[in-house]
């Protein structure tokens, strides 16, 4: 079994920062990718931004230039930098990763953490 757990939400005014930690812990041996999405209010989940194994990073549209995805393979730890945040980026952002783990170890299973809130304050 994979457990995800998130950190790093709160409230936070506009222009300001957060960074979000995502950690992986369980009977692991093999990472893909690792994915933000976030959900606000009435509409649906969207993926924020994702990097590889291999470190390429892809981002939404609405993020670009503002948000940093990153990796800490040896910790199994995903991050986003939230910079120049904006009041719609106020959402529970989720962390998923695709893994590899017992006792399945040959096939490749998405999991997802429990959400943390973002709040920005206009």
């Known amino acids: 079994q994979v457990q995800l757990v998130e950190s790093g939400g709160g409230l936070v005014q506009a222009g300001g920062s957060l960074r979000l930690s995502c950690a992986a812990s369980g009977s692991i041996f093999s990472i893909n990718t690792m994915n933000w999405y976030r959900q606000a209010p009435g509409k649906q989940r969207e993926l924020v931004a994702g990097?590889?194994?291999?470190?390429?990073?892809n981002y939404a549209d609405s993020v670009k230039g503002r948000f940093t995805i990153s990796r800490d393979n040896a910790k199994n730890t995903v991050y986003l930098q939230m910079n120049s945040l904006k009041p719609e980026d106020t959402a529970v952002y989720y962390c998923n990763c695709n893994v590899k783990s017992a006792p399945h170890p040959g096939s490749w299973r998405d999991y997802w953490g429990q959400g943390t809130q973002v709040t920005v304050s206009s």
């Open positions: 990097v590889s194994s291999g470190g390429s990073t």
